[in-house]
C-alpha cells in the first residue's frame, strides 16, 4: 500500500517552495501527496507581491476533508501565518492522533517578506513544538525560537537543547545560511545525543525552496517508516541534488530541480 503525506502550507504561484515545492518531493520519493492551503502567495523567483491569508474555517474544513477519509502516515507544516491557524493545526493534530508531525518553523521568505506574525511565535512554542516529532529551524529561525544569538557550533547545540525544551523529539538546525562555510551542515539534536548531516556547498543563487524541499523529503521518509536518522540521510541527499542540479528559471532566486535525485542520469546524459 502506498503511504501518504500532507503538508499544511501557503502556495507559492512560483513552484518553487510551499505547497508546491512539498507536492513535488513527495511524488518523487513516491508517496501519495495531499495539502491543506493556510495562505495563497503571489510569488516569483524575485519576491513575495502579495500574501493572502485563507479564512480559518477553510483551513480547518481542509484538515477535517483529509482526515476524515484518507488520513496520513505523516504531515508537515510550512507556512502557518498567524496564531489562529497554529491552534486550528495543533487542535486537529490531537483530535486525529497524529503523531509523525514534521514542523518547519517557516518565519520569513528570502527576500524579507514575512510568512509568519511575530506573536506566533508563542503559540509556535506552546501549542505545536509539543506535539512535534521533529522541527527543522534554519539558523535565523532557531535563534528566534531559542531566544538567542548563534554564532557558533556551541551556540547552536545550546539553541537546539532549548528548543527540545518545547517537546519536540528531534531538534535539526540547518545551515544553510552559514554562507562563509565551504559545507551545508546540519545538527541533528535527539533529545540524548547530537549528529550533524553535511554536504559540500554549493556555489548557487538558486535557492528558492531549499528548506520546504527538505523537509518534504523527511516527512516522505518518515511516512515510509524510516528512522528519524535515515530520514534526515535521505532527504540530505534529496537536496543536495536538487541545488546541484539547479534550474535556471526566472530572474531571481530560482528554484531547486526535484526531479534531480531520481533522474541524475537522464540529466547527466543531457
Ligand atoms: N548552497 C548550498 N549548498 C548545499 N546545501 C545547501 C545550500 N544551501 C542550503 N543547503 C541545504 O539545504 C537544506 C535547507 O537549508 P536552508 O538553511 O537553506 O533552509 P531554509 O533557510 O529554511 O530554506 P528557505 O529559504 O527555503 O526557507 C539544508 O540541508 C542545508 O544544509
Ligand atoms: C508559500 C511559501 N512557503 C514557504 C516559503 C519559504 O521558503 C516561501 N518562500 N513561500
Given at each position: 500500500?502506498?503511504?501518504?503525506?500532507?503538508?499544511?502550507?501557503?502556495?507559492?504561484?512560483?513552484?518553487?517552495?510551499?505547497?508546491?515545492?512539498?507536492?513535488?518531493?513527495?511524488?518523487?520519493?513516491?508517496?501519495?501527496?495531499?495539502?491543506?492551503?493556510?495562505?495563497?502567495?503571489?510569488?516569483?523567483?524575485?519576491?513575495?507581491?502579495?500574501?493572502?491569508?485563507?479564512?480559518?474555517?477553510?483551513?480547518?474544513?481542509?484538515?477535517?476533508?483529509?482526515?476524515?477519509?484518507?488520513?496520513?502516515?505523516?504531515?508537515?507544516?510550512?507556512?502557518?501565518?498567524?496564531?489562529?491557524?497554529?491552534?486550528?493545526?495543533?487542535?486537529?493534530?490531537?483530535?486525529?492522533?497524529?503523531?509523525?508531525?514534521?514542523?518547519?518553523?517557516?518565519?520569513?521568505?528570502?527576500?524579507?517578506?514575512?510568512?509568519?506574525?511575530?506573536?506566533?511565535?508563542?503559540?509556535?512554542?506552546?501549542?505545536?513544538?509539543?506535539?512535534?516529532?521533529?522541527?527543522?529551524?534554519?539558523?535565523?529561525?532557531?535563534?528566534?525560537?531559542?531566544?538567542?544569538?548563534?554564532?557558533?557550533?556551541?551556540?547552536?547545540?545550546?539553541?537546539?537543547?532549548?528548543?527540545?525544551?518545547?517537546?519536540?523529539?528531534?531538534?535539526?538546525?540547518?545551515?544553510?545560511?552559514?554562507?562563509?562555510?565551504d559545507?551545508?551542515?546540519?545538527?541533528?539534536?535527539?533529545?540524548?545525543?547530537?549528529?550533524?548531516?553535511?554536504?559540500k556547498r554549493i556555489q548557487t543563487e538558486?535557492?528558492?525552496?531549499?528548506?520546504?524541499?527538505?523537509?518534504?523529503?523527511?516527512?516522505?521518509?518518515?511516512?515510509?517508516?524510516?528512522?528519524?536518522?535515515?530520514?534526515?540521510?535521505?532527504?540530505?541527499?534529496?537536496?543536495?541534488?536538487?541545488?546541484?542540479?539547479?534550474?535556471?528559471?526566472?530572474?531571481?532566486?530560482?528554484?531547486?530541480?526535484?526531479?534531480?535525485?531520481?533522474?541524475?542520469?537522464?540529466?547527466?546524459?543531457?
Amino acid at each position: 500500500m502506498m503511504k501518504k503525506a500532507l503538508t499544511i502550507a501557503g502556495s507559492d504561484s512560483g513552484g518553487g517552495a510551499g505547497i508546491q515545492a512539498d507536492l513535488k518531493t513527495f511524488q518523487e520519493l513516491e508517496v501519495y501527496g495531499m495539502s491543506v492551503l493556510t495562505a495563497v502567495t503571489a510569488q516569483n523567483t524575485l519576491g513575495v507581491q502579495g500574501v493572502y491569508p485563507l479564512p480559518y474555517e477553510a483551513v480547518a474544513k481542509q484538515l477535517d476533508s483529509v482526515l476524515v477519509d484518507i488520513g496520513t502516515d505523516a504531515l508537515k507544516t510550512g507556512m502557518l501565518f498567524d496564531s489562529e491557524i497554529i491552534e486550528i493545526v495543533a487542535e486537529k493534530v490531537k483530535q486525529y492522533q497524529l503523531n509523525t508531525l514534521v514542523v518547519d518553523p517557516v518565519m520569513i521568505a528570502k527576500g524579507g517578506a514575512s510568512l509568519l506574525q511575530t506573536e506566533a511565535i508563542l503559540a509556535l512554542r506552546k501549542s505545536l513544538l509539543p506535539l512535534s516529532f521533529v522541527t527543522t529551524p534554519n539558523i535565523p529561525e532557531a535563534e528566534v525560537l531559542a531566544n538567542m544569538e548563534i554564532t557558533s557550533q556551541e551556540d547552536k547545540k545550546e539553541a537546539a537543547k532549548r528548543i527540545a525544551d518545547f517537546g519536540v523529539n528531534n531538534v535539526l538546525i540547518k545551515g544553510g545560511h552559514e554562507e562563509n562555510a565551504d559545507i551545508a551542515s546540519d545538527l541533528l539534536f535527539d533529545g540524548e545525543h547530537f549528529h550533524t548531516f553535511t554536504s559540500k556547498r554549493i556555489q548557487t543563487e538558486n535557492t528558492h525552496g531549499t528548506g520546504c524541499t527538505f523537509s518534504a523529503a523527511i516527512t516522505a521518509e518518515l511516512a515510509k517508516g524510516a528512522s528519524i536518522f535515515d530520514a534526515i540521510s535521505v532527504a540530505k541527499a534529496f537536496i543536495t541534488d536538487a541545488i546541484t542540479y539547479d534550474l535556471h528559471i526566472g530572474n531571481g532566486h530560482g528554484p531547486t530541480n526535484h526531479w534531480a535525485y531520481k533522474h541524475k542520469g537522464v540529466l547527466d546524459n543531457d
